[in-house]
Protein backbone atom coordinates (compact mmCIF):
# COMPACT_ATOMS: atom_id res chain seq x y z
CA UNK A 1 0.00 0.00 0.00
CA UNK A 2 1.20 3.69 -0.99
CA UNK A 3 2.31 5.76 2.05
CA UNK A 4 0.67 9.20 3.18
CA UNK A 5 3.30 11.10 1.70
CA UNK A 6 3.38 9.13 -1.64
CA UNK A 7 -0.17 9.79 -2.47
CA UNK A 8 -0.24 13.47 -1.73
CA UNK A 9 2.76 13.22 -3.81
CA UNK A 10 0.89 11.67 -6.50
CA UNK A 11 -1.97 14.36 -6.12
CA UNK A 12 0.80 16.61 -6.67
CA UNK A 13 2.13 15.19 -9.98
CA UNK A 14 -1.26 15.02 -11.33
CA UNK A 15 -2.14 18.70 -10.57
CA UNK A 16 1.09 20.40 -10.69
CA UNK A 17 0.99 21.09 -14.48
CA UNK A 18 -2.65 22.66 -13.77
CA UNK A 19 -2.02 25.27 -10.65
CA UNK A 20 1.36 27.64 -10.23
CA UNK A 21 1.17 26.62 -6.68
CA UNK A 22 0.50 23.17 -5.09
CA UNK A 23 1.49 23.13 -1.43
CA UNK A 24 1.11 19.96 1.28
CA UNK A 25 -0.16 20.84 4.93
CA UNK A 26 -1.72 19.28 7.61
CA UNK A 27 -4.25 22.09 8.74
CA UNK A 28 -6.88 20.49 10.62
CA UNK A 29 -8.98 23.75 11.62
CA UNK A 30 -9.88 26.84 9.40
CA UNK A 31 -7.25 28.88 11.70
CA UNK A 32 -4.42 26.78 10.35
CA UNK A 33 -5.68 26.54 6.81
CA UNK A 34 -5.70 30.41 6.87
CA UNK A 35 -2.07 30.82 8.09
CA UNK A 36 -1.21 28.68 4.89
CA UNK A 37 -3.05 30.86 2.80
CA UNK A 38 -1.25 33.78 4.50
CA UNK A 39 1.94 32.28 3.57
CA UNK A 40 1.13 32.09 0.30
CA UNK A 41 2.38 34.99 -2.70
CA UNK A 42 -0.32 36.06 -4.00
CA UNK A 43 1.25 35.87 -7.28
CA UNK A 44 1.89 32.27 -7.43
CA UNK A 45 -1.97 31.84 -7.70
CA UNK A 46 -4.08 29.73 -8.05
CA UNK A 47 -3.07 27.38 -5.57
CA UNK A 48 -4.04 24.11 -4.26
CA UNK A 49 -3.44 22.92 -0.82
CA UNK A 50 -3.27 19.44 -0.73
CA UNK A 51 -4.51 18.04 3.45
CA UNK A 52 -5.07 14.37 4.36
CA UNK A 53 -7.95 15.07 6.70
CA UNK A 54 -8.76 11.20 8.32
CA UNK A 55 -8.73 7.48 7.01
CA UNK A 56 -9.56 3.92 8.30
CA UNK A 57 -8.70 0.68 7.62
CA UNK A 58 -11.97 -1.21 6.95
CA UNK A 59 -12.60 -4.58 9.32
CA UNK A 60 -11.03 -7.11 6.89
CA UNK A 61 -7.55 -5.04 7.63
CA UNK A 62 -6.87 -5.66 4.26
CA UNK A 63 -8.74 -2.06 2.71
CA UNK A 64 -7.93 1.62 3.34
CA UNK A 65 -10.08 4.84 2.83
CA UNK A 66 -8.87 8.23 3.10
CA UNK A 67 -9.99 11.59 3.45
CA UNK A 68 -8.64 13.66 1.26
CA UNK A 69 -9.06 17.72 0.87
CA UNK A 70 -8.04 19.59 -2.04
CA UNK A 71 -8.08 23.27 -1.32
CA UNK A 72 -8.24 25.78 -4.04
CA UNK A 73 -6.73 29.37 -3.31
CA UNK A 74 -7.34 32.57 -6.13
CA UNK A 75 -7.54 35.96 -5.25
CA UNK A 76 -11.22 37.54 -3.98
CA UNK A 77 -12.34 40.72 -5.61
CA UNK A 78 -15.61 41.88 -4.32
CA UNK A 79 -18.20 43.29 -6.85
CA UNK A 80 -16.06 41.17 -9.53
CA UNK A 81 -17.82 39.00 -12.00
CA UNK A 82 -14.85 38.06 -13.64
CA UNK A 83 -13.09 37.48 -10.63
CA UNK A 84 -15.73 35.03 -9.59
CA UNK A 85 -15.74 33.31 -13.07
CA UNK A 86 -12.09 32.60 -13.16
CA UNK A 87 -12.39 31.20 -9.08
CA UNK A 88 -15.18 28.96 -10.97
CA UNK A 89 -13.23 28.12 -13.85
CA UNK A 90 -10.76 27.21 -12.09
CA UNK A 91 -12.85 25.11 -9.49
CA UNK A 92 -13.68 23.12 -12.80
CA UNK A 93 -10.14 22.65 -14.12
CA UNK A 94 -9.52 21.04 -10.94
CA UNK A 95 -12.78 18.87 -10.93
CA UNK A 96 -11.81 17.54 -14.36
CA UNK A 97 -8.42 16.11 -13.07
CA UNK A 98 -10.68 14.14 -10.54
CA UNK A 99 -14.04 13.09 -12.64
CA UNK A 100 -16.77 10.88 -11.48
CA UNK A 101 -15.43 8.05 -12.55
CA UNK A 102 -12.90 6.42 -10.84
CA UNK A 103 -9.52 7.58 -11.14
CA UNK A 104 -6.44 5.39 -10.46
CA UNK A 105 -3.16 6.24 -10.05
CA UNK A 106 -0.24 3.81 -8.51
CA UNK A 107 -3.32 1.46 -7.62
CA UNK A 108 -4.70 4.20 -5.71
CA UNK A 109 -8.53 4.79 -6.44
CA UNK A 110 -9.86 8.35 -6.47
CA UNK A 111 -13.25 9.21 -6.26
CA UNK A 112 -14.50 12.98 -6.17
CA UNK A 113 -17.06 13.22 -2.68
CA UNK A 114 -18.06 16.91 -3.37
CA UNK A 115 -17.23 20.60 -3.42
CA UNK A 116 -17.82 23.98 -1.24
CA UNK A 117 -16.94 27.14 -0.71
CA UNK A 118 -14.06 26.60 2.38
CA UNK A 119 -13.76 29.53 5.07
CA UNK A 120 -10.75 31.35 5.17
CA UNK A 121 -8.87 34.83 4.67
CA UNK A 122 -11.15 37.61 3.37
CA UNK A 123 -8.85 38.54 0.96
CA UNK A 124 -9.14 34.59 -0.85
CA UNK A 125 -11.55 32.96 -2.46
CA UNK A 126 -11.89 29.35 -1.96
CA UNK A 127 -13.26 26.13 -2.58
CA UNK A 128 -12.93 22.59 -1.13
CA UNK A 129 -13.30 18.89 -3.32
CA UNK A 130 -13.07 16.56 -1.02
CA UNK A 131 -11.94 13.09 -2.49
CA UNK A 132 -12.07 9.35 -1.17
CA UNK A 133 -8.82 7.55 -1.92
CA UNK A 134 -9.31 3.95 -1.62
CA UNK A 135 -6.39 1.07 -1.12
CA UNK A 136 -5.83 -2.28 -0.76
CA UNK A 137 -7.98 -5.49 -2.00
Not at 23 to 31: I, L, Q, Y
Not at 104 to 117: D, G, H, K, Q, S
Amino acid sequence: MRTLDEIAGDIKARIADEFPTVRFSTAGNSPQLINEIKAMSEAKLPAVVIVIDAGEVTDSKRKEVLNITLVLIDRFIAGSDERALSVWRNLARLRTLFPPDVTEINNVYYLPNRFYTAAGDPRYASFALELEAHQGV
